[in-house]
């Protein structure tokens, strides 16, 4: 029997399991994949966002209303508990502009060695290539019933992620267990995934990224959800963090092809600022072209195509631009409506939204409400922030508690070894 048997090895199971094991428990970490940490390496584009350079309250805030559920694994394991955990085991750390920490060696692997090294040295057992089929409670814990045969655990912690980037073998698989022991599941769909379009000028500016851009999801006249940040034309559509970030709105409605995204490709002038801007330059360079004149403010390519969405020529001169021209410009460059198909789907999603149902769980503890003695945390839960390093942040923190808890009633009482 052990103590505590933890299901995933991503990023809140090692946590769990080496927490657990650090205070005493005799823990067993099972993971289905050939090794741990899988979705960890490909994430952040192989470097791995590690968290957020704010404080507790920044990463709450950071969530909305759902945020609240956090209070507590945060204060467990905080921002700052989180980057020293890390530079701890010799991975140092780097705030870009953005508030990202990354690792200095911009390396995931990094991070992944450093979780093994941890979890190595507190005796916790990884199992690897062993998918749990069938959770059971009984009297005294659960038994549990893998591809390789039968063990039983007093606890149980529950980290199988989400069902983004199924490659990495985060296919959903916790989502049927939790449920065949009672758990409500919230419909889980694709969250920071880019949207599709349909608009072929998007797609023949591919490649063309604005640094800074307002973007809105519309129903109509009705504001959905809206972000300021960088934005990425590709093939299918829009990708960046303007749009990742709200895109969890396009995959959760029911008709996604009745929605537009409207951009502001000049989100710091405001709009009476930026047409008199147009018709003081235009009027003081009207022998260059317009495309020209604008360039200042959005890249060529995409100027050429907004003039024509506008109903002007790519070639048009600045000279003799009349007011309702001006206006027509003014309008695309500060609400240019781009009619939606959906997003890429869970294949390129770099989180989930849905999950295991946060009123069944105690955000003090992250122990079931049905089921005493099982734990969840990380992506399995309904709980996904924006990019940025924040569902990292997440997963550690909710990990973490869940370790502690988990590991022995006194366990809350200590404090983290190592000074964290």
């Known amino acids: 029997m052990h103590d505590v048997a933890v299901v995933g090895a991503g990023a809140a199971g090692l946590v769990a399991a080496l927490r657990a094991a650090e205070l005493g428990a005799g ?7 050939r090794r741990a940490g ?59 502009e953005t508030g990202k920490v990354f690792p200095v060696s911009n390396r995931a692997a990094d991070v992944l060695d450093a979780l093994l090294r941890r979890l190595e040295r507190s005796g916790a057992r ?18 549990l019933t893998t591809a390789k045969g039968e063990l039983r655990a007093r606890r149980v912690i529950l980290t199988t992620g989400g069902q983004s980037y199924p490659g990495s073998g985060t296919t959903g698989d916790g989502y049927a267990l939790a449920a065949r022991l009672g758990h409500t599941i919230v419909p889980p769909r694709p969250a920071l995934v880019p949207i599709t379009v349909r608009a072929a000028w998007v797609a023949e500016l591919r490649g063309v990224t604005l640094p800074d851009a307002g973007v809105r999801v519309m129903e109509g006249a009705r504001e959905l959800a809206r972000r300021r940040g960088s934005l990425l034309f590709a093939h299918f559509g829009l990708s960046g963090p303007a749009a990742l970030d709200v895109s969890r709105v396009v995959s959760g409605h029911p008709a996604p092809a009745s929605l537009e995204v409207e951009l502001d490709l000049v989100p710091g002038v405001k709009e009476p600022e930026l047409d008199e801007r147009v018709r003081v330059d235009s009027a003081a360079e009207g022998k260059r072209l317009l ?19 506008a109903g002007l020529a790519a070639d048009r001169r600045s000279a003799a631009l009349s007011r309702a021209e001006r206006g027509r410009l003014v309008a695309a460059l500060k609400r240019l409506r781009v009619p939606v198909t959906g997003t890429l789907g869970f294949g390129r ?22 089921v005493p003695g099982l734990y969840l945390a990380g992506e399995v839960l309904d709980l996904d922030g924006p990019i940025g390093g924040y569902n990292f942040q997440a997963a550690w923190s909710t990990g973490w508690l869940a370790g502690t808890k988990a590991a022995a009633p006194r366990s809350a009482e200590l404090s983290p070894p190592g000074g964290v």
């Open 27 to 33: 823990v067993v970490l099972l993971e289905k994949n």
């Open 349 to 370: 999603a770099e989180v989930t939204a849905g999950g295991i149902a946060l009123n069944e769980v105690d955000s003090r503890t992250m122990e079931s409400k049905i």
């Open 291 to 309: 495309a020209a004149v604008l360039a200042a403010w959005v890249p060529r390519r995409l100027v050429e195509a907004v003039l024509v969405l």
């Open 38 to 96: 899988v979705k960890i390496l490909m994430s952040g584009g192989t470097r791995c966002n590690i968290t957020q350079a704010t404080d507790n309250r920044g990463i709450v805030a950071a969530y909305g209303p759902p945020g609240r559920f956090l209070h507590s694994a945060l204060a467990a394991l905080g921002v700052q508990e989180t980057v020293r955990l890390f530079e701890a085991e010799g991975v140092a750390t780097k705030v870009e």
């Open 126 to 143: 990884l199992r690897l290539e062993e998918p749990l089929r069938e959770l059971a409670a009984e009297p005294g814990g659960f038994r």
